[in-house]
């Protein structure tokens, strides 16, 4: 595309040389911006990328969703200074072309399609995803570089539906090798999407792989660059600062105010617990029948000839053991009370010869109304 035109003149090699320093020292800088300041300023600039398809090559620019083609470059291994002179060409009209780009291969150089795995796997998910290559794909491990995308949670199946993205290195060498051979930054490598779909894969190098950002040699004028992209991300930092800070006090002031609240609740709910005890007690008390009115009664109701070993009082309960002459009538005898009901033997009757009475045990309950 840009064959016919001629060779920079030395000043813009000088300005390609400034712009490439201005360029690596914000990389630099932007390692050490907090990560949450770094993707609200991430959405500010735009990506460049690089697509590989068959003989031609297309730059494109990426701004907030919106694309445009910068140019279309010979690939290299087949008029490599002609593409040299056209990528630098292009630099110096548009600032966007120097900023590190992202490689993209044809969908039909790699490999994508989406594997189930169980929901467990989300703890874990790159160990699992690398686990399971051999199983899914027909490649060695080391013959491939690969990413993986979670696509979606199915709770009711308990699974995890995973797009896995393989990329055999032979070709992802030979794209590197071609923005080598163009002088480009390389900061990922992605798989174009199906026809039809805009998506790619997520970087398919790992991290031991991904090319570094060399030091230029211009130290001075990246130290001057550098200092005014400092100030710029200091001034734009503070603000973001300043909103943090007073939102990290809002929270710790919220935070006491609930922890008093949830004091406060929890002691009107022992305050409640002790009123309702104590009108249980009172409401267990009120119902109790007092002891001397049990006295009283049995004292009023039990035959002369009986008198009584042991008598156990327990709530509404009374239990009775002694000698009578007719235990059966004593059973009656409560039993017809206002005082008592279900009276019953606690245990078989006994005749103790020697007294000529019978020995009895019986259980009723108490009402505490006076006998009639």
């Known amino acids: 595309m840009f064959a016919d035109r001629a060779a920079p003149r030395p000043i813009s090699q000088i300005t390609g040389i400034l712009r490439n320093a201005f360029g690596w020292w914000t990389g630099e800088l932007a390692g050490l911006v907090p990560a949450a300041l770094r993707r609200r300023l991430g959405s500010m600039r735009g990506q460049l990328y690089l697509m590989l398809d068959g003989e031609r090559m297309d730059l494109i620019y990426d701004a907030a969703g919106r694309r445009e083609v910068l140019a279309r470059l010979p690939r290299p291994e087949a008029d490599r200074d002609s593409a040299r002179r056209a990528l630098s060409a292009l630099r110096y009209r548009r600032r966007e072309a120097a900023a590190p780009v992202t490689l993209c291969i044809p969908a039909d150089d790699a490999l994508r399609h989406t594997i189930t795995l169980p929901q467990a796997a989300a703890g874990n998910l790159a160990q699992v995803v690398s686990f399971e290559l051999d199983r899914q794909t027909p490649f060695n491990r080391e013959d491939i570089y690969f990413s993986h995308r979670l696509v979606k949670r199915d709770p009711e199946a ?93 929270t710790q002031e919220v935070a006491q105010a609930k922890q008093k609240a949830d004091a406060s609740l929890r002691l009107q709910h022992e305050i409640d617990a002790a009123v309702q005890d104590r009108g249980s007690l009172v409401e267990r008390k009120r119902q109790t029948v007092p002891v001397s009115d049990v006295l009283r009664n049995l004292t009023e109701l039990l035959p002369d000839d009986t008198w009584l070993i042991t008598l156990e009082i327990s709530g509404t309960e009374v239990r009775l053991s002694g000698y009578s002459t007719s235990a059966t009538e004593i059973l009656r005898i409560l039993d017809r009370s206002t005082a008592f009901s279900n009276a019953a033997f606690r245990a078989s009757l006994t005749q103790d010869a020697r007294l000529n009475r019978e020995q009895f045990n019986i259980v009723a309950q108490v009402h505490g109304e006076k006998p009639r």
């Open 158 to 250: 308990r699974q995890l539906l995973v797009e896995l993205t393989v990329v055999p290195r032979a070709v992802v060498s030979n794209a590197l090798q071609i923005a080598t051979d163009l002088g480009l930054q390389v900061e990922a490598v992605r798989v174009s999407g199906e026809e039809g779909s805009t998506e790619a894969s997520p970087n398919v190098l790992p991290e031991a792989a991904r090319r570094k950002t060399p030091r230029l040699a211009g130290r001075a004028l990246a130290g001057l660059a550098g200092l005014t992209v400092l100030l710029g991300i200091a001034a734009l930092a503070i603000p973001f600062y300043q909103v943090e800070k007073e939102a990290d006090e809002l």
